[in-house]
């Protein structure tokens, strides 16, 4: 038999009621009581922190990209001239609560 974890909550008269579901088998059982400690850290995510831990999920790429032989990086003010007329017809928060769906 797995073992269950059943979530409670110890009031100050420090009683638990736990109702077994019906596929745990009769018996000699052990309860464990863990007390579940809220995090304290709130302090905010670094950038380097958050680099950190998307490089330990493997979800950050560390590969240097290089120009195509032959291309011509531009400068701020062509990037600012080729994206000043660029309207979007609508936020880009409303998008992306349009394309998940209802919550």
Request: no cysteine.
């Amino acid at each position: 038999m797995n073992s269950i974890t059943i979530p409670i909550i110890i009031d100050e008269h420090r009683r638990v009621v736990i109702d077994i579901p019906d596929d745990v088998p009769l018996g000699a059982a052990e309860i464990t009581i863990t007390p579940v400690v809220p995090p304290t850290d709130k302090a905010p995510l670094t950038w380097e922190a958050a680099r950190a831990k998307l490089l330990a999920g493997g979800a950050l790429s560390i590969h240097q990209y290089e120009l195509p032989e032959g291309a011509v990086r531009l400068t701020d003010e062509e990037i600012q001239e080729l994206t000043k007329d660029v309207i979007l017809p609508k936020s880009l928060d409303e998008m992306i609560d349009e394309d998940r769906g209802p919550r």
